[in-house]
């Protein structure tokens, strides 16, 4: 079964602080990755995606991540985080094949201050 | 733009009583799913749909059935609650991809806040 940890489970920045959060999986076959933020009070929605090809992702509101195979990892990044990215992130990873369902991490919940 | 709807935002119901969530989704989207979300747990999957009354177990789903009858519908039943589902319920829907992996991106309803007395 494939499992996805996520090792910050809160997370204070100050405005402008560089943000790089944590995420790995446990599956032995080819997968899709997907980071989701929940805003507060908002639904889910998709921050970024890897399906293949360049390991370094771009996402929306100047995200990215990087997937490298060796270390089963999917790490989010953002040089400069504002006020507005206060919410909560989900790593999330699904099989290239078979199940269509995906398995995600616990959250991390980050909170900038002003 | 892909729009998942779900029946409530807020629901109270008491122990023992049969609960029915709704989803509905308007992107002629395959694959639906049920999951709850829980504080510290992340998102757990109770059951996925991928095709017109066609089920699949999730992670969880003790306690809870399904029924898909249309394609655009997915239905979240308790058959009979407990407090342990006081939770979030989140819809998704996704289509089945192709080419590029068959897990494709999962578009989510707003949620609906289950309360069990």
């Known amino acids: 079964a494939q499992s996805v940890s996520q090792h910050n489970h809160h997370v204070i920045l100050s405005e402008a602080a560089s943000l790089e959060l944590g995420c790995n999986y446990s599956y032995g076959g080819t997968v899709n990755l997907f980071w989701y933020v929940q805003y507060p009070g908002q639904h889910l929605q998709l921050l970024l995606k890897y399906f293949s090809g360049d390991p370094l992702v771009k996402g929306i509101k100047g995200f990215e991540a990087e997937f490298i195979k060796s270390k089963f990892s999917f790490n989010l990044r953002k040089p400069s985080v504002q006020w507005s990215d206060t919410a909560e992130y989900f790593c999330a990873v699904g099989p290239y094949t078979g199940r269509r369902a995906l398995t995600f991490g616990s959250g991390t919940r980050l909170q900038v201050q002003p | 733009d892909v729009k998942v709807t779900q029946s409530s935002r807020y629901l109270v119901k008491r122990t023992g009583e049969k609960v029915f969530l709704e989803c509905v989704q308007d992107?002629?989207?395959?694959?639906m799913f049920w999951y709850r979300q829980d504080p510290g747990l992340g998102l757990r999957l109770i059951y996925f749909?991928?095709?017109?009354?066609?089920?699949e177990k999730g992670d969880i789903p003790e306690g809870y059935s399904v029924s898909r009858e249309k394609k655009e519908r997915f239905s979240l039943i308790l058959e009979s609650a407990s407090t342990n589902q006081t939770s979030m319920y989140l819809c998704?829907?996704?289509?089945?991809?192709?080419?590029?992996?068959?897990?494709?991106?999962?578009?989510f309803g707003p949620g609906t806040r289950l309360t069990v007395l």
């Open positions: 998704a829907s996704s289509f089945s991809g192709v080419g590029a992996g068959s897990t494709d991106t999962q578009y």
């Open positions: 749909s991928y095709d017109v009354k066609m089920k």
């Open positions: 992107m002629d989207h395959e694959n």
